[in-house]
Nanobody, 117 residues
Framework: QVQLVESGGDVVQPGGSLRLSCAAS????????MGWGRQAPGKQRELVAS???????HYKDSVKGRFTISRDDAQNTVYLQMDSLKPEDTAVYYC???????????WGQGTQVTVSS
């Protein structure tokens, strides 16, 4: 079992920045990868960034060059730095962990990001 707690969501103007944090606890040594997904109203959840235990990083095309995922292993925390935010980035952002040999997905409770003038 892995527990994920996100923080950092807020209301920000277009062009602004936010940093989301996700603290992991529980069976953290079984985590294969962590990432961030988002879900806008009426849309499916999509994975926007991920980082594996080996350090490989992937981004959804629409956020490349604007979002940066990073991790602090000592703090068991993953971050998502979001710059040049656009209204279409508005969504609930969820932390994700892929755990164990069965590659089980765990999700946090979500944090709201609203980009609006």
């Amino acid at each position: 079992q892995v527990q994920l707690v996100e923080s950092g969501g807020d209301v920000v103007q277009p062009g602004g920045s936010l940093r989301l944090s996700c603290a992991a606890s529980g069976d953290i040594f079984d985590i294969n990868a962590m990432g961030w997904g988002r879900q806008a109203p009426g849309k499916q959840r999509e994975l926007v960034a991920s980082i594996t235990s080996g350090g490989s990083i992937h981004y959804k095309d629409s956020v490349k060059g604007r979002f940066t995922i990073s991790r602090d292993d000592a703090q068991n925390t993953v971050y998502l730095q979001m710059d040049s935010l656009k209204p279409e980035d508005t969504a609930v952002y969820y932390c994700n962990a892929v755990v164990g040999m069965r590659m089980l997905d765990y999700w946090g409770q979500g944090t709201q990001v609203t980009v609006s003038s």
